[in-house]
């Protein structure tokens, strides 16, 4: 997802779309663009391929630039468990990293696989289906979320909770909000605060902050008083809250926004590549999405690997 959408956390999937002048590229860890910054908008890399969106079409590049599957499709999501959800023609699908359709377009809206099977949704509500197609899980949802840790966050009436494979429900749905498991604890939001569940569903921590990430390397971005930093398991401070907006750890880096631009920072919370961007997205194999705007000095383009 964009980091920019992460300053409200209002939508988890949301995609990066651009800003004039603006055009997205890769860089690697060092903070230089591997890829040129060319494209209306990407996702990050998942199974070796990226999906990359040209003259309002979506297709998908592998880590050299080289395209792979050729732009056109309506709308994309990454690849998960080898499966990509596609639209095309205003329904959904799924295809394989040849561009082969695997599963015909028939929903009206659709998820990436993970843990065996992939949301997709018919009229107002949603269910799970399995790589054939099959459905796994009647559409009975609100909302639906992808599976993690054996669990998957749904909506109904208006509140989230946790569902297992089966469809039931392991934590009921009783919260405002929530996001999916990670490292065992998922957050979610109660009376306009949030904090962290484990599986049993009992609530790990005071519900005291505004905005909250996902754990990931043993900490997890959140929000006090309009300022972004990192706690760990217990709820202390590992970073102090000092930034606009941040993401969770990928690889030893997180995004960062200090001002108007992103950069990434380490676990110490130093900025190994300098806020210059005007939105990135987290590393994901070796390479991180990164939006350039239109200067007078353009980016230095580098082969990918060096260092």
Known sequence: MTLTSLLSLAAALAFAQGEPGGH????DRAGRFVIPPKYESVRSFAAGLAAVKVAGKWGYIDHSGKTVIEPRYEEVWS??????PVKLGGRWGYIDRWGQTVIEPRFDDAGGFSEGVARFKQGAVWGYIDRSGAVKIAPAYHYAGGFTDGLARAETGGKSGFIDHTGAWAIAAAFDDARGFAEGLAAVKAGGRWAWIARYGKSKLAFRFESVGSYSEGIAAAMEDGTWGYVDRAGKWALKPRWRACSDFSGGYAAAKAGDSWGFIDRSGKFVIQPKFADVMDFTE???AAMFVESPAPPRLVPSGNP
């Open 79 to 84: 690849f998960g468990d080898g499966l990509a």
């Open 24 to 27: 997205w590229g890769f860089i």
């Open 286 to 288: 070796g390479m991180a």
